[in-house]
């Protein structure tokens, strides 16, 4: 998730450990906590970019960084900030939770958390959250910050702040149950519409858990659709975009190549662009798909350029823009169930 998010779970999990004891400095603590997995981007400038992609929530997100590192930052803690009510037990609960928080809230992305690192490289995403979503941040944050300017030992403090936790954890687990609801919805139109496919994934749009969109793998093709758990009919119409992949075979075997493809979990479409070969990683989908058929563009999108000494470039591609009063207006009306009139 952004930072801002993982400050404020952190904080919230800091005031909860030692709010009573140690006051506004739990939640400071919390939100250190809460931030030093993403630490790891610090190596980015040292690292080209399939390093980055596969470094990025690996070490710092394990569950083996939380196991090992939580005691020593409490013991620290504990040693240069820690009064006589507080333990090393309680600061190595708040490092441990901060630590282990972050890393399966970032799990419930797209991007996918090295949580069973180094045996594994494997990014686990359960796919039910946007990586930026004001639905789960604002009111946990508000419901904080009013919290921690009560007394420390003030009970409405504890309250407030175990009613922000909760409140956003529920919004997590809605996340669960819609997107349930919503590969009943994909899967009844693949099978009305004769689509024999072999795996698929379901993530939510930007900015929240109510528009979804799909990424059907079969034999050569992907398939995207959205739905909008607000939509009046349930019929969803799918984009078709071939996968390509044989055009890899134009570039040298390289094992940055196959760790790139690794991280993408075989959801890439291919394109030759005559110098290069782009690599379209379809997890994040499209921003702008929901608009219709063949509108959407990539979000992230791998330039591959071979060298005549046979080594490749990787750059990556994102496609980011600043949207307008009129594509956030039509976006919203997607997102509530409006089907008509949405092109731009």
């Not at 890393?103 to 690192?117: A, E």
């Not at 044989?246 to 790139?260: A, C, E």
Request: some cysteine.
């Amino acid at each position: 998730m952004d930072s801002l998010t993982q400050v404020v779970l952190g904080a919230s999990v800091g005031e909860a450990v030692l709010g009573k004891k140690i006051g506004l400095k739990a939640a400071i603590f919390g939100a250190i906590a809460g931030t030093i997995p993403d630490l790891d981007t610090l190596a980015s400038p040292f690292l080209d970019t399939v390093g980055e992609l596969t470094f990025h929530r690996s070490v710092t997100h394990s569950f083996l960084f939380c196991f090992l590192a939580a005691p020593i930052f409490g013991y620290l803690c504990h040693k240069l900030f820690g009064k006589q009510k507080d333990t090393f037990k309680e600061w190595t609960l708040l490092f441990f939770l901060g630590f282990i928080t972050h890393s399966l809230l970032d799990t419930c992305t797209t991007w996918g958390t090295q949580l069973m690192w180094p045996f594994t490289p494997y990014g686990f995403a359960t796919y039910t959250v946007f990586v930026v979503d004001p639905h789960y941040t604002l009111p946990f944050m508000i419901l904080l910050i009013i919290a921690l300017c009560k007394p420390k030992d003030s009970k409405i403090r504890q309250q407030l702040n175990y009613i922000g936790l909760g409140i956003s954890t529920a919004y997590l687990l809605l996340g669960f149950v819609l997107q349930n609801k919503a590969n009943n919805v994909f899967e009844a139109n693949l099978k009305e519409q004769g689509i024999t496919y072999q795996k698929y994934i379901t993530k939510p749009t930007p900015l929240n858990i109510w528009l979804w969109a799909t990424s059907v793998q079969t034999d050569s093709t992907y398939y995207t659709g959205f739905y909008s758990v607000f939509d009046k009919d349930k019929k969803v119409t799918f984009s078709v975009s071939p996968k390509n992949h044989q055009l890899l075979n134009k570039l040298p075997p390289s094992s940055k190549t196959d760790k790139l493809l690794y991280v993408t979990k075989g959801f890439y479409t291919v394109e030759d662009h005559g110098n290069s070969i782009w690599i379209n990683d379809l997890r994040f989908g499209t921003f702008d798909g929901w608009k219709g058929k063949g509108k959407g563009r990539t979000v992230f999108v791998y330039h591959l350029t071979p060298n005549k000494d046979g080594s490749i470039d990787y750059e990556q591609k994102s496609y980011r823009f600043k949207p307008s009063k009129e594509y956030m207006i039509a976006y919203l009306k997607r997102v509530f169930g409006h089907k008509e009139n949405i092109a731009l």
